[in-house]
């Protein structure tokens, strides 16, 4: 079974600064990525996905994620982060075997200091 | 205005009460998902249903029900059963399952608290 693991609880950049969140997955083949941001109290919005290609996805709100097979991660990326990127920020596998199941890392919490 | 939709945003269960979290989408989609969301451990599966009339468990199904009669509606039911039902509760929709994998797209959550 696929597994996702997302070091970082919590992370807190200043207003401009650049930004890396870390994801790494286990899984025996090549997998479908997803980035998700979730404001407090809301759903969760897709940011990015990968499913083959390119290995530099670029997605919405300035955020590129690069896929890595040989290191099993798919970080995400902003070079300035503004203060309403603060939010929970999810990473998801999902395998090319099982259907449309997705496995969700524990999330990153990022705070934007001022 | 294509999307999903959950209600009510905010619910409140007495000991010993079923509740029903209702999720409607609007979007023409196959599948729906509930997830459960606890601080700290991302979001788990409760139940998903790839076509109407049809559904299976998830990772954490004890204590939930489900029901598919329509393609719009995945209601979710928490029973008496499920003894810390206390959580966000996040509804998801994604196209059909043939031909791959398909992206999810999340309804706004409800907040479920015991009284």
């Known amino acids: 079974a696929q597994s996702v693991t997302q070091p970082d609880i919590h992370i807190t950049v200043s207003e401009g600064a650049s930004l890396e969140l870390r994801c790494n997955y286990s899984y025996g083949a090549t997998p479908y990525l997803f980035w998700y941001v979730q404001s407090p109290g809301q759903g969760l919005q897709l940011l990015l996905k990968y499913f083959s290609g390119d290995t530099l996805v670029q997605g919405i709100k300035g955020f590129e994620a690069e896929f890595k097979r040989s290191q099993s991660s798919f970080n995400l990326r902003k070079p300035s982060v503004h203060w309403s990127d603060a939010a929970e920020y999810f990473c998801a596998v999902g395998a090319r075997n099982a259907g449309n199941m997705l496995t969700f890392g524990g999330g990153t919490r990022l705070m934007v200091k001022p | 205005d294509g999307g999903i939709t959950q209600s009510p945003k905010y619910l409140f269960r007495k000991e010993g009460q079923n509740v029903t979290l209702s999720c409607e989408q609007n979007?023409?989609?196959?599948?729906m998902y509930w997830y459960r969301q606890d601080p700290g451990q991302g979001l788990r599966l409760i139940y998903y249903s790839q076509i109407v009339n049809d559904f299976q468990k998830g990772d954490i199904a004890e204590g939930y029900s489900v029901s598919r009669e329509k393609k719009e509606s995945f209601p979710l039911t928490v029973t008496s059963a499920q003894k810390n039902p206390t959580a966000f509760y996040l509804c998801?929709?994604?196209?059909?399952?043939?031909?791959?994998?398909?992206?999810?797209?999340f309804g706004p959550g409800t907040r479920l608290l015991v009284l």
């Open positions: 998801a929709s994604s196209p059909s399952r043939t031909g791959g994998i398909k992206t999810q797209y």
């Open positions: 979007l023409n989609h196959d599948a």
